[in-house]
Structure formats: C-alpha cells, structure tokens
C-alpha cells in the first residue's frame, strides 16, 4: 500500500520524501493533479494541515506536514536504516546537519528567491542580508566538505538527502555558476548527489541557473513608492504558501504582464491650444539668474507671460493663527509642495512664510496652465481647500509688482521680514 | 572523573546561560536524567570565536554540546540526540507516528514560530538592518503561525500524545523569546489557547528549574542603534535641523 504524498512535482520538499523512500524500500507516491493554490485549500486538506502548507504525507495512522519530518518518518519505516546512522553519535550529527540545511541554507536560499517571485515584498537590503548568511554558511558547509564526501559518515544520509534538496532550489533558480564557484566542495557535493540514481529518479536533469531568477511583479519602475508594492505582494504571499516555486512562477509572469501597461488617463491641460510661453524655460531663467535677478530674470518673466495660456494666482493661508510654530509651519508649506509634485509639469510656485515672530502669515503666488486653477489639481491635493485664492489682475500695477516681489523674495515684505520662502518647480 | 554508568559521562554544554536554544537541552536533560553541565565562563562573542570553538562549529554558532563521541551544533539536534540517550524515553513518543509528529511540530516551531519571532525580533535588537515593511511581513506571517496552534492547541493539552514530549520544550522554548521580548499581552490574547500553554509549560517543575520566572513583556523591544530614522524625507530634516537652532535661542 502506498503512502500518499500531497505536493506539486517540482517541489523540492516532496523530493526529499520521496528520495528517501526510495532508498528506504517504502512505498510513497505523489497524490494524482495537485494543483497548488486550489487542491492545498480545501477542507479537506486544511484538516491535514490548517496552515494549507504542501507537502503533506497521509499514513494510515494520520497526517504528517513538515518535509523535514515526513522524511524521517518515512526514514524510520525501515528499522535500523543507514540513512540514520548507525551509532548515537552519527545520528545527533544527521540531526545536526538536517537543521543545518534548514535554518543556513534553505532559509538564505529562500529569502533569496521568493521576493524575486513576487510572494514576498522585494527589499534590497533584506535581499542583500541573505545573501550575506547564505555565503557565510555556504563557507562553513564547503570547509566541511572538503574533508567529507558525505555530511555524516561515508555514506549517504537523511542529511544528504535534505541538504541536496535545500541546495537545489538555490541551483536551479538563484546560484549561477560564478556565485558556486567560490564554493567547488559544495558544487562536487551538489552534483555527485543529484546524480545519484535514486536521486536522480526523483529530481530529472539538473541545470544550474545561468542567471539569477528576475525580480517579477515590479509594478513601479525606478522610482519605488515602497508602500504600494509590498501590499501587493503580501496579498500574494498570503494566498500562496511561500515554499512552492514550480507552478507560481508561470502565475506570477501571467499576472505581471497583464497588469503592467495601463493606460495613462490625458491631462485636459494636454489639450490646450498651444502657447507662446514654455513653463520649463521660465523655470529655467529663474533657476539660473544669479545677478541682476529684478532685471533679468523678472523682466524676461513678463516678455515671456501669455495670460491667455497661463493665469497667475495668490494664495492665502486661511488659519495663520494656527501657525505659532516656526519649523511645523514650514512643515505645512513643505508637505504641501510634495502633495503639488502631480502638477509639477503645469506648475510653478513661491510660498512665502511671512513673519518675525509667530503667528506667522503663509502666502504664495502660484502660476498655473490654464486660465483657471486645474480641477485635477483641486482634486487631488487637499492643501489647495485651506488657502483663499485669488486671480492676479496684471493690468493692475500693485498687484503685478507684489508678483515680483513674491518671485524675488523680496525682503521686508510687505513691511515684514520673511522667515522662508519655498519655490515648486 | 564520575562516569554515569548508563550515560556516556558529562556533557558540556557551550553556552550563555540565559539562551533559549540552551534552555532547549537543559530542560530536555532534566526529562531524561541526563547530565549536562554548562561550561563555566562562557562569554557571548569572545568563547565562541577561538580556534577550538570554531573546529566544534565552524559557523561559531551556539550552542555546542561537547561529547566523548564528538561536539553536536543545532540546539534541536542537541535536544534530539539528549532525548536518545535514555532509550524509549517517553518525551519521543510511543509509536512511530507520535514520533513523525514530534518532529513535524519541531519542524513547525522551528520554520514558523521561531523563525518569525527572529525576524521580528534581531533587527530591533540591532543585529541587523531594521527594515519596516520585513518587520511587518515577519509579525503578519507569525500571527498566521499562531493562528494555527492556537486552533491544534484548542483541543489538545500537549501538541502530541497526552503528555509531554521535545516538541513541547522546544516550541516553548522558541515562544520564550517571543513573549518576554515581543509579545505584550494584547497580542498574545488573540490566541488563547497558546496563551493557556505557554504558561502550563513554563510552569512545569523541570521547566521553571531552567527558566527561573517567566515575565511577558509590557512592551514590545524598542528599536536600538536607531542612526537613520528612514521615513523623514530630506527637506523637512534640513529645515528641522535649521529651526531647532532659532528655537533655542
């Protein structure tokens, strides 16, 4: 009668079971269209293992999750089995070097890979803290074999045969060849025991990766707002469980490719008959103007202006009396020019914080495209709802040359001195 | 030198004396009546870096069980190997499956518990790089751990069999850190029945021999060595660093 083992082929934790059933003489056969995902979620399964965690083994005496443990029991079938020593010793070493496997080397190898498939959030510190402990163990099990061709013993043993599977999953998906190299006993070791024939039944043809597995699901390029990609990725994790890599990787490329390309809604400002003025050379001339700033830069300001194309704008903070604190209010005029950064393209702005003592006064003069403030921008930024403004009339003298003076940082203004003044451009 | 007739003789054990991995062996010692003794001055960082440590375990990874048939790392492997010494010791099982169960629940507390408890806990501790959305990673996939073995604790006393066996010194060993260091008490509530547990366990006479009191923390481990608050974003910390000056005066 055989025993019946729920897992997907490729996994390398059902390997383990049935690698050593098969040196053990004991009936184990993979249970017939696992499909991982579904067949690890029903009632059923949850009952053999209420975490949905693959592989499980049914015996006639109950279920057994843990790889780790139903390769032992499996070992244990067969009284006094070589593959657990023959003395006390030799057994505390097997155990040794089957914890060895998990906490070094499957768990490096792990937290290598699975970011990369998108289960887990991808973080490059965290990724490079693995692969720091992964190389750190992986010296510490090549000195080992340099002077031992198996890990317990001369011959092969439960440790082997989890330490095999361990390592497969870094060689097939994650260790190239120029990572393995500076490790040959481990790479002598790896390859003598897949090639092994009651191994080598189990695990096919092995090919060592020639590139590290790609990071997928990247939903952001270059610039990672990191909030939005873990919670992805978490929802991902907690469907999947993380130890399956066979089948996920197909789902998770099918899945990035689908959502990558949405796409981007047009800008209403877009569609603007075009204008004379070039937001980016103004901010340009302005950047750039060192000397003579009222002359030059100001001047070409208004050479450049096209009131039908652009509108000017002031704005004033509605609650200044909250604003006793001098670096929470240039706080509050910071956050707002981050939360501006959508308009950038169609924007430019002083703010000034006006004031020797508190309560200070926040006031800015804004230059939008358009002749009207853009309703994206109202929409999206809520700073926008607790400033009062108003539309710049530039046929009036008083109010074109308080636009200079906010553009210069003119200081007093306004019969004031200016605590700061901050730019969006 | 006293030899244990029945034994192999003293065992030393490598280690500081308040490690939960050591506790591991200790307790599982005093189930089997065998003898194991810490070594005397064993200094975290110093004794585990010199050449002999390192022909024991080449990773200088603690602990170490000295033996007269070799040195054993992996406190799990220690414990193991501790329980055979007392042939059909009861704290392994009666029967073959009691056995696959014991190590699945070893394996279990190992993977899933300590693991995440670790990943919570070593980067607040400054060992190594403090990273949020990991540490919130770690914390969501530990309460789906408990989860769990709250519901296999709910209906059984022990994790296997009727009795005591090495998966219940070692998974209470491995949530010892994570309730005096992590776990405030509201966390824990949400899993009764480990809470139930956990303190049964702890409460037991070869476990409190080891253990001494077992406080659960108030709060959770601060964050140490914080040198880079990461969420700032750069202009708000030159203009705080700008205005704490003017404040002052």
Not at chain 2, 12 to 26: D, Q
């Amino acid at each position: 009668m055989a025993l019946v083992l729920h897992a997907g082929t490729g996994n390398k934790n059902a390997f383990k079971a049935l690698i050593t059933a098969e040196y053990s003489g004991v009936n184990v056969e993979l249970v017939k269209n696992f499909e991982m995902g579904v067949s690890n979620k029903t009632p059923e399964f949850l009952k053999m293992n209420p975490l949905g965690k693959v592989p499980v083994l049914e015996t006639p005496d109950g279920p057994v999750f843990e790889s780790n443990a139903i390769a032992r029991y499996v070992a244990r079938l067969k009284a006094d089995n070589p593959l657990y020593g023959c003395s006390l010793i030799e057994y505390a070493h097997i155990e040794q070097w089957i914890d060895f496997a998990t906490t070094e080397i499957d768990q490096g190898i792990a937290r290598w890979f699975y970011p990369r498939t998108g289960y887990m959030p991808y973080l490059p510190p965290a990724e490079e803290a693995a692969i720091a402990a992964l190389k750190r163990s992986l010296g510490a099990l090549n000195t080992h074999l340099a002077n031992n061709t198996y890990l317990v013993g001369h011959s092969i043993t439960l440790a082997d045969i989890i330490m095999t599977c361990n390592l497969y999953l870094g060689f097939v998906r994650v260790m190239t060849k120029s990572f393995t190299s500076e490790f040959p006993h481990v790479e002598r070791y790896f390859w003598t025991m897949v090639n092994q024939p009651n191994v080598h039944k189990v695990v096919g043809e092995v090919k060592q990766a020639e590139s590290v597995f790609p990071v997928q699901s990247q939903k952001k390029p270059a610039q990672p707002k990191e909030p939005a990609k873990p919670k992805e990725a978490k929802k991902e994790a907690k469907k999947e469980a993380p130890k399956e890599a066979a089948k996920p990787k197909a789902e998770a490329v099918a899945e990035d490719e689908e959502e990558a390309p949405k796409p981007k809604a047009k800008n209403p400002l877009d569609l603007l008959p075009p204008s004379k003025m070039i937001l980016d050379e103004w901010k340009r001339l302005y950047s750039n103007t060192k000397t003579n700033f009222r002359e030059v830069a100001i001047g070409g300001f208004w050479e450049m202006y096209d009131p039908e194309g652009y509108s000017l704008w002031f704005c004033d903070y509605k609650y200044n009396d909250e604003n006793t604190v001098s670096f929470v209010t240039l706080n509050k005029v910071s956050g707002f020019l981050q939360r501006m950064d959508l308009a950038r393209k169609y924007a430019f702005g002083k703010m000034l914080v006006i004031g020797s003592e508190p309560p200070y006064k926040v006031k800015g003069l804004w230059l939008f495209r358009g002749k009207e403030i853009p309703q994206f921008v109202l929409d999206e930024c809520y700073d926008m709802e607790l400033y009062e403004w108003t539309k710049v009339d530039i046929t009036d003298e008083a109010q074109k040359e308080r636009v200079n003076a906010m553009i210069e940082d003119q200081e007093p203004f306004e019969g004031q001195a200016l605590l700061d003044a901050k730019c969006f451009k | 030198m006293v030899y244990n007739p029945v034994l192999y003789g003293l065992k030393v054990l490598h280690s500081g004396s308040t490690n939960k991995n050591t506790f591991k062996v200790l307790i599982a010692s005093e189930y089997c009546g065998v003898n194991v003794e810490l070594v005397k001055n064993f200094k975290m960082g110093v004794s585990n870096k010199t050449p002999e440590f390192l022909k024991m375990n080449p990773l200088g990874k603690v602990p170490v069980l000295e033996t007269p048939d070799g040195p054993i790392f992996e406190s799990n492997a220690i414990s193991r190997y501790v329980a055979r010494l007392n042939a059909d010791n009861p704290i392994y099982g009666t029967s073959l499956i009691e056995y696959a169960h014991i190590e699945q629940w070893i394996d279990f507390a190992t993977t899933e518990i300590d693991l995440n408890i670790s990943r919570w806990f070593y980067p607040r501790a400054g060992y190594s790089p403090y990273i949020p959305q990991a540490e919130e990673a770690a914390i969501s996939l530990l309460k789906r751990a408990l989860g769990a073995l709250n519901s296999h604790l709910a209906t059984n006393t022990y994790l296997v069999g009727h009795g005591i066996t090495l998966a219940d010194i070692i998974m209470t060993c491995n949530l010892y850190l994570g309730f005096i260091r992590l776990m405030t008490k509201s966390f824990t509530s949400e899993f009764p029945h480990v809470e139930r547990y956990f303190w049964s366990m702890v409460n037991q006479p070869n476990f409190s021999k080891v253990m001494g009191k077992v406080e659960q923390t108030p709060y959770v481990q601060p964050l140490q060595s914080q040198r880079n608050p990461q969420s700032k974003p750069k202009q708000l910390k030159k203009d705080a660093k700008k205005y704490i000056v003017k404040e002052s005066s």
